[in-house]
């Protein structure tokens, strides 16, 4: 099977969404996995504009390949675009990922999966954030666990990552987990990451990029309604003095099919 990334639009302020080719009856790829190769599957997408480019990063990895039987080796690629609808590989992400996993140990940080990577560019750089994952001796190894780790560009495609944690998961302290993220630089300077829990979306928020993130005691979005036992992935905008939320929301004990769901708050935060 072709994974593939698919795309849609909205005119009307985000209340309705289309296909490029206006038929809603299939997906419209945006970029397919290659079969075969390190991203044969894709997953959790973010795009940046930059200047007239669209960067696309995404989560690879290969079907059937993975060394640990808990998480696929998932690693980062890179796409581009000039319309915001086709992408192509960079040239350098077509054999292997742009940012890949340290495997010198069993104890790195992002020994098993790179997954969700979450990218702001500022001021002549690229930001990322991503999630983490070491699952060593069936989660529990001396540094398992999940975590939001960081990484910086100047030309969006040579990165290099920062060492520590940007959060831990011990610092949420309503949910025993973390995990998919999304990276926002607002107007007033601040830093958010918005991020999945257990069953939850979360925030956080600092004044630089590597600077100590204060996270919010409660979760931003939890299940609601008859569709969404579970909410995850989100991503944001703020717009009209109102952060704007999409993510994820799935069922249990099915969880399928997965579903968007949208949340928004009055912008700034009431932040306590």
């Known amino acids: ?25 299939d997906d419209y790829a945006a970029l397919t996995g290659q079969a075969d190769n390190w991203d044969s599957t894709l997953e959790t997408v973010d795009v940046v504009k ?15 390949g993975a060394d640990n039987p808990h998480v696929a080796n998932y690693e980062i ?70 975590r939001i780790m960081g990484a910086t560009s100047e030309d969006g495609v040579t990165w290099s990552k920062i060492a520590e944690p940007i959060i831990l998961p011990t610092e949420v302290t309503y949910s025993p987990d973390i995990n998919e993220a999304s990276l926002l630089k607002s107007d007033d300077g601040y830093w958010y990451i918005l991020f999945s829990t257990d069953v939850s979306i979360g925030i956080a928020r600092a004044t630089g990029f590597t600077e100590r993130y204060d996270i919010y005691p409660e979760a931003i979005v939890s299940p609601t ?13 703020i ?24 949340s928004e708050a009055a912008y700034p935060l009431k932040w306590e």
Do not use: C
């Open 77 to 146: 690629g890179l796409a581009t675009s000039e319309d915001g609808i086709h992408f192509t590989r960079h040239p350098q992400s077509i054999d292997s990922a742009i940012l890949a996993r340290d495997i010198t140990d069993d104890n790195t940080n992002d020994r098993h999966a790179m997954t969700s990577p979450g990218v702001v560019y500022d001021e002549g750089i690229f930001y990322m954030i991503y999630a983490g994952w070491n699952v060593t001796d069936d989660w529990t190894g001396s540094n398992a666990g999940i």
């Open 225 to 237: 309604f008859d569709w969404d036992s579970e909410v995850t992935a989100p991503d944001a905008i």
């Open 239 to 262: 717009e009209n003095n109102t952060m704007r939320i999409w993510y994820h929301g799935v069922k249990a004990p099915l969880y399928f099919p997965w579903v968007v769901g949208y």
């Open 1 to 25: 099977e072709n994974f593939k990334i698919g795309i849609v639009f909205s005119l009307d302020d985000g209340s309705t969404w289309q296909r490029p080719d206006g038929n809603n009856s």
């Open 50 to 64: 930059v200047g007239t480019m669209y960067y696309m990063y995404y989560s690879g990895y290969r079907e059937d």
